[in-house]
Structures are given as structure tokens and as C-alpha cells.
């Protein structure tokens, strides 16, 4: 009679050994799109020569994403979103939709800023964009600039992060 116990645990340990074989690890959470804040500050020189500055959130990839613009009292004044052939630009009772990031990015500074280029420099990535120049040096102190010649009108970007 004592086999029977013992061969119901034999089964039952042979089982949970079975299922424990069957399982998956859990998985990992999706990773989070990126995510920095700070300042900015948008210096293009044409006539009259233009400033911007503004505190900032910018999320997601050069692909799809968010940029929202902040007053120094922490108000929304822009909030740009993003996706492949769609991009929409919401400034107080305003919407503008473009096929492009880069369109919007336009009408918004007054200047093509590189984007794409933006999401390596953060990374610290010396990535190459036409016309502009990176200066990666601060970034360990939450500090980066870039710098447009050419096209005109010159236009420096400044970035200081939280």
C-alpha cells in the first residue's frame, strides 16, 4: 500500500517537471521609445533674424514620435506628432497636417532642422547631416549644439538636457 503514495508522487513530480519543461520564460516589456526634456534654443539668422526658445519633451524615433514645446511656465505652446507620411502640428487653437516632419519642422523655426540626425546626436552618435555640424563634446553635461552654414540662413541649435 505504500507504493501507491509513493507513486502518485513520482507522477505528480514527473508532471510538474513536464509543465515546468513546457513554460516560457516571461517576456520582457517592449522597450520604451526614447525619451529626453530640457531646453531649447533655435537661433535663425535671415531678415529679421529669428530666436526661439522653448522647454521641451521629445519622444519616439526619427520615424515616429513626439515633440511638445513648453512655455517657461510649463504651458504647451507646440505639439508636434509624427508617423511614416503624416505629421501634425497643433499650436493653441491651430492644426497643420504635412506629408513630413520636415515640412512641419519648417514652418514651425523658419529653418530645416535635421531630425533624424537629432535622435543619433543624442545618442552620441556623430551622425553626418547635410550642411550641419555637431558639437558632442557637453553631452555628458546635458549639453548640445549644432550649427547650419549652408543653406542659408545660418542657424545654430542648442539643446541643454534635464
Known sequence: ??????????AACALAALLAACAQPPRSAPAQADHWSGRLAIAVEDMPQRSFHAGFELSGTPEAGTLQLLSPLGSSIALLQWRPGQA?????????SAASLAELVQQLTGSALPVAALFGWLHGQAVA???????????????LTAERDTPQ???????VLD
Open 1 to 10: 500500500m505504500r507504493r501507491a503514495p509513493r507513486a502518485r508522487l513520482l
Open 129 to 143: 547631416a547635410s550642411g550641419w555640424r555637431a558639437d558632442l563634446s557637453g553631452l555628458q553635461q546635458g549639453r
Open 153 to 159: 540662413p545660418r542657424t545654430t541649435l542648442r539643446l
Open 88 to 96: 501634425t502640428l497643433r499650436r493653441a487653437d491651430q492644426t497643420q
